[in-house]
């Protein structure tokens, strides 16, 4: 479908249930979650978000997880940390990458493991600059690493 046609059916829909809102979904694009082993309790999530305005991403729901919070990974002295972070700024039209090894979506106490080539359901949770909510729901395919699409193509580093 469309993005268009998408866009006319929710404010259809919103229209039809007494309220509209202005608010645009933020474009998610290669999705993907790491799969995990037996016994393993964490994995990490990623994709490029892209905000029509400037907008937060504020907090990840998922029924795979007991908690999914929005990490980054960076080089402190010489030695690589992870944190979490309260929110992700995404500012207007600007794609912001969650990959490894930088932002991301980290999955911990996970209820089972992530089999490759099933899928996980996540709730995103924006906050654009009036401060209201939206929540966006995606499905996510479970791979062992990174999918053809998010490489550099044939040159080597």
Request: charged share 20%; aromatic share 4%.
């Amino acid at each position: 479908m469309s993005t268009f046609l998408k866009l006319s059916a929710c404010l259809l829909a919103a229209a039809l249930s007494g309220h509209v809102t202005a608010q645009t979904p933020v474009k998610v694009e290669s999705a993907w979650a790491r799969a995990t082993v037996q016994g393993q309790k964490a994995t990490g999530a990623f994709m490029k978000l892209t905000a029509p305005q400037t907008t937060r991403l504020v907090a990840v729901t998922t029924p795979v997880a007991g908690v999914a919070e929005i990490h980054e990974m960076k080089m402190d002295g010489g030695v690589m940390k992870m944190r979490a972070m309260p929110v992700l700024d995404l500012p207007a039209n600007q794609a912001v990458e969650l990959k490894p090894g930088s932002y991301h979506l980290m999955l911990m106490d996970l209820k089972a493991p992530l089999m490759k080539d099933s899928s996980v359901a996540l709730t995103l949770v924006f906050k654009d600059a009036k401060g209201v909510e939206s929540k966006q729901q995606v499905s996510v395919p479970v791979n062992t690493a990174m999918p053809a699409e998010h490489s550099h193509g044939d040159h080597k580093h």
